[in-house]
């Protein structure tokens, strides 16, 4: 099930290198707002922890693009 965060809300998510990143969401930032429609926001740490795997493998095959 995606995590849509609020305004404000901390989420966490997997960055490119498999470190689990946490931060405030804000909509207006693009970085949050891909996040959030790629559904790669996370409301817990361990949630991000089991996509990490998942998560690297999707953004090397976007470099690939």
């Not at 207006?28 to 740490?45: A, D």
Request: hydrophobic share 25%; charged share 35%.
């Amino acid at each position: 099930i995606p995590f849509h965060p609020e305004r404000y809300e901390t989420f966490y998510y997997v960055n490119v290198k498999g470190n689990i990143e946490e931060e405030d969401f804000y909509e207006e930032y693009t970085f949050h707002y891909l996040l959030y429609n790629l559904g790669k926001c996370y409301k817990t740490k361990k949630e991000a922890i089991k996509h990490i795997t998942e998560d690297v493998k999707f953004y090397k095959n976007m470099q690939k693009e």
